[in-house]
């Protein structure tokens, strides 16, 4: 099955920067759209940015002109470079991933694990 491994949250003061990647690995055909979700205590998932196969990206409001998205097809991998942190940007950060399996022409979205990212003083 598909699996979507995250890394690169971590703690930074307001003002740093993080980097997050999210690799999918599996028995896949090919991988359509991927993206970033992030959800915060109390409040609703929301997407944070995503970036179709042929490179076409989308950003919420909030991430325009701080994040960057972009990936690697050879690696299956997609990126988020955070800039200019806030404190409103802490959550928990979802990588997913539109795939279509071996033997299916279906397209599934696949979620990674989570990874945390705190920016407090």
């Known amino acids: 099955q598909v699996q979507l491994v995250e890394s690169g949250g971590g703690f930074v003061h307001p003002g740093g920067l993080l980097r997050l990647s999210c690799a999918a690995s599996?028995?896949?055909?090919?991988?359509?759209?991927m993206g970033w979700y992030r959800q915060a205590p109390g409040k609703q998932r929301e997407l944070v940015a995503s970036?179709?196969?042929?490179?076409?990206?989308n950003y919420a409001d909030s991430a325009k002109g701080r994040f960057t998205i972009s990936r690697d097809n050879a690696k299956n991998t997609v990126f988020l470079q955070m800039n200019s942190l806030k404190p409103e940007d802490t959550a928990v950060y979802y990588c997913?991933?539109?795939?279509?399996?071996?033997?299916?022409?279906?397209?599934?979205?696949?979620w990674g694990q989570g990874t945390q990212v705190t920016v407090s003083s």
């Open positions: 599996g028995l896949l055909i090919r991988i359509y759209d």
């Open positions: 970036i179709t196969n042929d490179g076409k990206t």
């Open positions: 997913y991933s539109e795939v279509r399996n071996v033997g299916s022409a279906e397209i599934n979205p696949y």
